[in-house]
């Protein structure tokens, strides 16, 4: 019994540590001064209606989502066919192939983005959209295939091999079977991607330029200049928006899917 007791409160440190910040930034985004402070001196919503009234953070929002949204449906055209091969067949590299696939979230972010920057932005001379296009996309592939990976794996491969024997061929198989029973992952991964890139910071940090800049980084250079609680509210919306996201995940297919893999 005391062991449990102890654990139990533990367990409330621990979550007190996580999720204490998280609590202040939400009470202190809805100060009525002009000035972030903690515990506020009184409520209002005025700094939730000055995030529309900042044209900054509109232009580098509608950025971020382009760029998300482009960068999730070519990661899309490349990593289905990689998680499929990947989950479907054996061959010769397989395991040197997926560890390829998922190294740009084992590469720290820092040195990914100034690899970006010195061999997309730098030798190539490419405009700053498509080095960030390109970039966006390299991050969120490993989710994408990891994602549809961890659903191919509890797809019946027989029920393939079955539209084939019954005279479908291998590519309309692969559209009219196998997409269909795995679109809940295809969404899931979807939204898990567009998460990453669109809250990305050290990749973004080095692929932007003069007129152009992602949400995340304008929020820094807000912060640079403005000591208001603006940055405070619109962190909640951030945080309320992925907990949308998660929750949407997790009803499309569950926290095991993540643990199989």
Known sequence: MQKNRGLAFFTFLVFLFLLGPLLIISVTSF??????????????????????????????FKTSIIVSLMGNLFALVLGIPAAYALSR????????????????????GIVLGFSF??????????????????????????FIIRIISSSLSNFDFSIEEAAESLGASKVKTFFIVVLP????GILAAVMIAFLESFNNVDISVFMTGPG????????????????????????VLLMVITAFFMFMVERLMGLSYFTKR
């Open 181 to 184: 029973n795995i679109k809940s």
């Open 31 to 60: 100060e009525g001064g002009s000035v972030l402070k903690f515990p506020p001196e009184h409520l209002s919503f005025k700094w939730y209606l000055n995030i529309f009234d900042v044209q900054m953070f509109i232009s580098t």
């Open 212 to 235: 152009i800049s992602t949400f995340p980084i304008q929020m820094l250079t807000y912060v640079e200049n403005y000591f208001d609680p603006t940055i405070a509210a619109i962190s």
């Open 117 to 142: 920057l010195r061999y997309i932005v730098g030798a190539y001379q490419l405009p700053i959209y498509t080095a960030l296009f390109i970039g966006h996309t390299i991050i969120m592939l490993p």
């Open 89 to 108: 067949f054996d061959f010769k590299g397989k395991k040197l192939l997926d560890a390829v696939f998922i190294s740009p979230i084992l590469i720290p």
